[in-house]
């Protein structure tokens, strides 16, 4: 089973750029796609971001699409989120999760469980 832990967030001001880690562990990492997630106080969470298992296919929710950018390296077991050109819209704790497939991944609400998630602030 992968197991994951969420790093990188942090307060920055409008226009600001920070990249997100989001570390697995496991043997089937590398086999799966990742995605990232957020969560504001009193909203749903919502899918952002999502890379199949190599990293030659990605999706983006409308509202970061331009502005983050989502990588892995299977090498570290890791995915990043570069996000730049920040807004404070963008605020919300910020959760990485998988799915065997990319494209389930970008709509898929029952996850069985999440991680901790790396809070992001963005002051205006």
């Known amino acids: 089973q992968v197991q994951l832990v969420e790093s990188g967030g942090g307060l920055v001001q409008t226009g600001r750029s920070l990249r997100l880690s989001c570390a697995g562990s496991?043997?089937?990492?590398?086999?799966?796609?990742v995605g990232w997630f957020r969560q504001s106080p009193g909203k749903e969470r919502d899918f952002v971001a999502a890379?199949?298992?190599?990293?030659?296919?990605?999706y983006y929710a409308d509202s970061v699409k331009g502005r983050f950018t989502i990588s892995r390296d299977n090498a570290k077991n890791m995915v990043y989120l570069q996000m730049n050109r920040l807004k404070p819209e963008d605020t919300a704790v910020y959760y990485c999760?998988?799915?065997?497939?990319?494209?389930?991944?970008?709509?898929?609400?029952?996850?069985?469980?999440w991680s901790q998630g790396t809070q992001v602030t963005v002051s205006s």
């Open positions: 999760n998988v799915d065997s497939n990319v494209l389930r991944l970008t709509r898929k609400t029952d996850f069985g469980s």
């Open positions: 890379v199949n298992w190599n990293g030659d296919l990605t």
């Open positions: 496991g043997p089937t990492f590398g086999d799966v796609a």
